[in-house]
């Protein structure tokens, strides 16, 4: 009863778990990264898989082991790695918690628009949808771990948007910064996709006239970019492969 009751009380906490249980469900069917299936074929996740091994075993990014999409996508599967590490067992369970933010934060998106079980259906058939796209036909692409970057981009965007311009959006700017630098460092060129976005977000606070709250805006925005670049940028100084990282 006192499971229950917490439940009722933290509702956010429940519609979590819910799309968390969903998405698990949903890719141990949708993934061959799934322990149904007897390994994962596609030649990109096998050579994400590698990256990430090789990180996990010293190996130093694109000067000891070579691929060119981003360095955040390849500690993502590091950690899948650590769960398990002649399965892609651990990757699956990186797409299942990629794929519940993601439905997470499609239906908070819905819920700005719709009330209660219609925003969270929404989310429910876009998972559908999701699953059904070429990028996620057979499981652990770029694009899956990018998703939830994404959809809290949008989110929080709206938030800022709706917010009004008259006052700093200290917290909303930072979560779009560190998701800005966790899609550049998966996939760079999806980043245009946030250009438009950032360039309404700041240009209406010069509109407003307000340069305080602008430079409150760009500073906390900044240090979300920096929360995942500084640490990046350190590894490769650290490597002595930063000339690597910036060829690759």
Known sequence: MRVINYFKKHRQVSVALFFFGFSFLLLLVCTTSSPLYQVNEWVDSNAYFTMGKGLMNGKVLYRDLFDHKGPFLYLIYGIGYLFSHNSFFGVFVMESLALGVTLYFVYKIAKLFLLGRPAALSAVLFGLLFVAGRHFSQGGSAEE????????????????????????????????????????????????????????????????????????????????????????????????????????
């Open 145 to 248: 771990f990018m998703a939830p970057f994404l959809t809290m981009a949008l989110y929080f965007a709206i938030v800022i948007l709706n917010d009004g311009a008259d006052r700093p959006q200290k917290a909303p700017l930072f979560a779009l910064g560190f998701c800005t630098a966790a899609i550049f460092l998966i996939k760079m060129n999806i980043i245009m996709a946030l250009f438009p976005i950032m360039l309404v977000i700041f240009v209406r606070c010069l509109l407003n006239k307000n340069l305080r709250i602008f430079f409150i805006n760009a500073l906390f925005y900044v240090a979300g970019l920096c929360v995942l670049f500084v640490p990046f940028f350190l590894y490769f100084l650290a490597t002595g492969s930063l000339k690597d990282f910036l060829y690759a």
